[in-house]
T-cell receptor
Framework: AQKITQTQPGMFVQEKEAVTLDCTYD???????LFWYKQPSSGEMIFLIY??????QNATEGRYSLNFQKARKSANLVISASQLGDSAMYFC????????????FGTGTSLTVIP | GAGVSQTPSNKVTEKGKYVELRCDPI?????LYWYRQSLGQGPEFLIY????????DSGLPNDRFFAVRPEGSVSTLKIQRTERGDSAVYLC????????????FGPGTRLTVL
């Protein structure tokens, strides 16, 4: 089974609107971390936000928030007030702390912000 | 300060040749990761170093791939007898330590095996 599933290969959003990028994960490790990265066309991976499996509150970082639903094993990224510079690939990733140090990445979602 | 750097940025080689890819992590970062990213895919974990030792090399696809980090800083990913399927972007990332969550990625090395 896939560790990280991103079911939206491509998404479009109007500038200034909010958008949700979906991510579900699969693990039996009770201790894990969930990450979102942005990869612009330049290719460099940029860390956006982190959520630990024991964190009670949903993580927020500026315009980014992570909608963490543990029972559903879902970790959706919400980008508020989209900007043209948000157009990029977005990857969801997971790290299982109990079983090693691998990071598992999803296949990504391509976000296009329309002016 | 300087970020993670990788050299070369592009490498074209012929099938069967040996290549070395270099990663300079952020100064003071003890954890270093190598990933491979094929077109249209997410990064695939290869190996993780904590200090000088490979803490987890379970992602290396076969024994043609090897990585070292002799002084706990610069790391070299070595690929022997390259195959066309090895063509990908090889990404390196570093973080402050085992508990560090934020990984800082380098720009990658695009390897093309002809």
């Amino acid at each position: 089974a896939q560790k990280i599933t991103q079911t939206q290969p491509g998404m479009f959003v109007q500038e200034k609107e909010a958008v949700t990028l979906d991510c579900t994960y699969d693990t039996s490790d009770p201790s894990y971390g969930l990450f979102w990265y942005k990869q612009p066309s330049s290719g460099e991976m940029i860390f956006l936000i982190y959520q630990g499996s024991y964190d009670q509150q949903n993580a927020t970082e500026g315009r980014y928030s992570l909608n963490f639903q543990k029972a559903r094993k879902s970790a959706n990224l919400v980008i508020s007030a989209s900007q043209l510079g948000d157009s990029a690939m977005y990857f969801c990733a997971m790290r299982e702390y109990g079983t090693g140090n691998q990071f598992y990445f999803g296949t990504g979602t391509s976000l296009t912000v329309i002016p | 300060g300087a970020g993670v750097s990788q050299t070369p940025s592009n490498k074209v080689t012929e099938k069967g040749k040996y290549v070395e890819l270099r990663c300079d992590p952020i100064s003071g970062h003890t954890a270093l990761y190598w990933y491979r990213q094929s077109l249209g895919q997410g990064p695939e974990f290869l190996i993780y170093f904590q200090g000088t030792g490979a803490a987890d090399d379970s992602g290396l696809p076969n024994d043609r791939f090897f990585a070292v980090r002799p002084e706990g800083s610069v790391s070299t990913l070595k690929i022997q007898r390259t195959e066309r399927g090895d063509s990908a972007v090889y990404l390196c990332a570093s973080s402050r330590g085992q508990g560090g969550n934020e990984q800082f990625f380098g720009p990658g090395t695009r390897l093309t095996v002809l």
